[in-house]
């Protein structure tokens, strides 16, 4: 089989000869190739080429790769699942290298070996195992509460998107504000974190407007003539204490 071939389509011009690139065994180099005639044999095809340079004529066999099935085990967020997939014989993986699989980019996270042991890198024939994470998109997992009412729900999303506790977050037509962010070490009330970072998301809905209102009122109730729940129980320690302190600069 001729190394490196790369050949021109059907109804494609011929004049770029340069397009059609293939080992010359007589040049022995990759040089431009003229295609004098092609034929099917089985799967694949054999090509009878001219050398652009030295006018050698030659025979380029193409043949299908044989094929194996592979065992891959996919994870997309908190979600896993494992099948079978048909790859080239002769297929190489690598730890970190990416590949394309049902519309998705995955990274593979590890090979594992009939021996139950990992490597680095294996062959197709020669792995059982190939574990591989979703890297274009993750799920990220959602809590929402109501009152005493709770329930989960999960969305798919950029890994770089942000979310920020206390900002609003509009999800099947609702508004909730984001309470808590958790990730694998914790929980924070506070800050901003990046979704590969995120393990769940916790929301509560906003307060309406009289709510909103209700609290304005308690944070601001020690100004004079507002009024807030407990201001009665305030104003009459207010007016104990200046009693108390009243009495203390008389004894003075």
């Given at each position: ?13 011929v004049?770029?000869v ?17 295609i ?5 044999r ?161 929301l ?17 109730g ?31």
């Amino acid at each position: 089989m001729g190394r490196g071939a790369c050949f021109m389509g059907e109804g494609e011009e011929v004049d770029e000869v340069h397009d059609n690139v293939a080992f010359c065994p007589t040049c022995e180099q990759e040089i431009g190739h003229i295609i004098l005639r092609t034929k099917e044999r089985g799967k694949g095809l054999d090509h009878l080429v001219q050398c652009a340079v030295c006018n050698g004529i030659h025979t380029i066999e193409l043949r299908p790769t044989k094929a194996t099935d592979v065992r891959f085990t996919l994870s997309e967020g908190g979600d896993s699942r494992q099948m079978v997939i048909e790859v080239d014989i002769d297929e190489q993986f690598t730890i970190g290298e990416e590949f394309e699989y049902d519309d998705a980019v995955w990274e593979i996270t590890r090979l594992e070996m009939p021996n139950a042991t990992s490597s680095k890198q294996a062959s197709a024939n020669g792995v059982k195992m190939v574990w591989a994470t979703r890297r274009d998109l993750i799920m990220v997992r959602l809590t929402f509460t109501d009152g005493e009412y709770s329930f989960s729900d999960r969305i798919i999303c950029e890994p770089n998107q942000q979310f920020k506790c206390g900002s609003i977050f509009v999800h099947n037509g609702e508004r909730w504000r984001i309470r808590a962010l958790h990730s694998g070490r914790g929980r924070t009330l506070h800050g901003s974190m990046k979704a590969q970072t995120i393990r769940r998301i916790f929301l509560h809905l906003p307060p309406n407007i009289e709510e909103a209102k209700e609290k304005r009122i308690r944070e601001r109730g020690r100004w004079r003539g507002q009024e807030f729940q407990g201001r009665e129980d305030h104003q009459q320690k207010v007016r104990e204490a200046n009693i108390r302190r009243q009495y203390r600069k008389k004894e003075e």
